[in-house]
């Protein structure tokens, strides 16, 4: 047809050439808008396939059927197959079990025999920071969703404070002009004028059209990624130059069966107001420099950071549950069948970022910043602690992971957490308030390393449940998790967790272990040097009094001669 209508004459020919020329025009401008449906045909390519290839046969043994009886049955073979396709690949999730199956087979798995210790805990969870940073903004500003990172050699909570979505306008002709930084190991995180740090980015999470950095970023895919990358979670960090720049970490879709998602590298775009240059390379190629996950270990700055997207992280723990092979997950198994526990009430769902030392580990994993997650069996009454799960927060391609079930160390996992502190506490009001992200402390105390959660009391709004209170001193709670204690401790003086720990649970460790290692506290110079004084000082005392006992006992046993 379109070949007709282009042999009738040169009027013709040029309408085809100017609407030819305006579909390639809206295919490269517009790539972002249709790159989801690219992403879709790539997630589901075997299925597509496959169903088009059996409806293409059975929709051609329809038309040469010569009964009517052969071309019902036709269409109802036809039916019972795309039936089955659904419920067995939608409805039975047997699509994403084998996804999650060839993750497992992807993954460089690292079974540990020792936990690493916890470092630089944070005291706020991440809802508590996201409602504080809330509280700081104006009408016109929003905060996106807090992130932990490094910045200058310390753990932040770093977000941008960005023009709000409720009014376009904002998002159309205003800049991403500030970002939040704040410690994430203080009690008293604070949102004033030294954290809030002046940064100009003309592309933003929240802004419109070519500068909204999901646009940006797909603009910068070249023709195969857009078929095989997507942008997920947007971190702020500190380069090598000490300029903040916008980190987009990507996910690599790979695999034709069943094809699922791996850490892709990131894109980073550089801060600055841009130029008409700019803008036209914007809205043609988009912005963005991209940084595979080979490279990115030249750029300090991105090793040992978080940069790794949580939906591949939880994927990744996940697929766990084929440690015992491919069947173990299917109803009539499930040995070792674990699952990533429900966070309630809009709470930050694991992962959880922390920060863990491995130097004493015996293993290869740097010390640094990590996805925990506690994996537990997949029945609802079940809270036991099956793995611990360690996936470097900088997309490093290794798994570490800690099997307390096949150790039958009989450790509570983080569903069990929340009832523990309420009980402990029945004077609160567990109605509005409810204990939050109960992520992991790992300290050596009493002579061995020992497994606690912390806790965090929060306030949740009845008319909103995604708004938590963001107390500066919050309420933290210690839960032991092999004797199931709940140890209250004070916010403001970590350096004192250890031994209040002590203190509630010595008793029990040492009647149930039979050891008699006692907490020490550390003592200064000046301590040491007093304690000697006193010593000394006391056993003159004592050789005085043994000289004077001595004296008055020989004038008693003079008189008793005389007498």
Partial sequence: MLKNYWSKGSKQKKRVIIFSVIILALLFFLRDDYQPALLFVRKFIFIILLCFTILFFGLRKFR????????????????????????????SKMYNYMQTYNVFNDLNRIE???????????????????????????ETKDVSLPHLVRVDGNNQWTMAIQPTEKYVWQGIKDNTEEVFSVSSTTPFPRFSSENRIPVTF????????SRNTCNAVVQRLNPWMLFNYEPSDTYYMKNDQGAWVEVVSLIKWKGFFFPYPTFGGVMVIENGKHSFKDYLERITIGMGTYISPK???????????????????????????????????????????????????????????????????????????????????????RTSLSFSVFIPADGTNKLYFYNHAAKKEGYAGVSAMPLKVKESKKEYDWSSNTPVEFRPYIKNIAGRKRMFFLGTVSTISDDNPAQ????????????????????????????TWNEELYKQLNEAWRTSEGTNIYFEK??????KNQSILDSIKMISKQDKSIKEIQRLQKQIDSIKINQ
Avoid: C
Avoid at 69 to 85: E, K, N, Q, R, Y
Avoid at 474 to 493: F, G, H, M, T
């Fill in 112 to 138: 540990i025999v020792e936990l690493p210790l916890t470092q630089n805990e944070r005291i706020q969870p991440l809802r508590n920071i996201f409602s504080m940073a809330n509280e700081s903004v104006g």
């Fill in 64 to 91: 040469k059927s010569a009964s009517t009886v052969s071309s019902i049955g036709t269409l109802f073979l036809l039916g019972i197959f795309f039936g089955a396709m659904y419920y067995i690949g939608y409805h």
């Fill in 295 to 381: 490279e990115m270990k030249n750029y300090a700055y991105l090793t040992k950071q978080n940069t790794l997207s949580e939906k591949v992280s939880r994927l990744q723990a996940e697929s766990l549950k084929f440690l015992a092979g491919f069947s173990d997950p299917l109803p009539w198994n499930m040995e070792s069948a674990v699952k990533i526990p429900a966070a309630p009430k809009d709470q930050n769902a694991q992962p959880y970022v922390t920060d863990f030392d491995f130097s004493d580990t015996k293993t290869e994993a740097f010390s640094g910043l990590y996805h925990w997650f506690g994996l537990e069996p997949v029945g609802n009454e």
């Fill in 202 to 209: 003309s592309i933003g999470e929240s802004l419109k059209f």
């Fill in 468 to 495: 938590f209170d963001g107390s500066a001193t919050p309420d933290l709670a210690l839960v032991d998790s092999e004797y199931r204690d709940v140890v209250w401790i004070n916010a403001k003086k970590p350096s």
């Fill in 522 to 527: 550390e003592q200064t110079v000046l301590e």
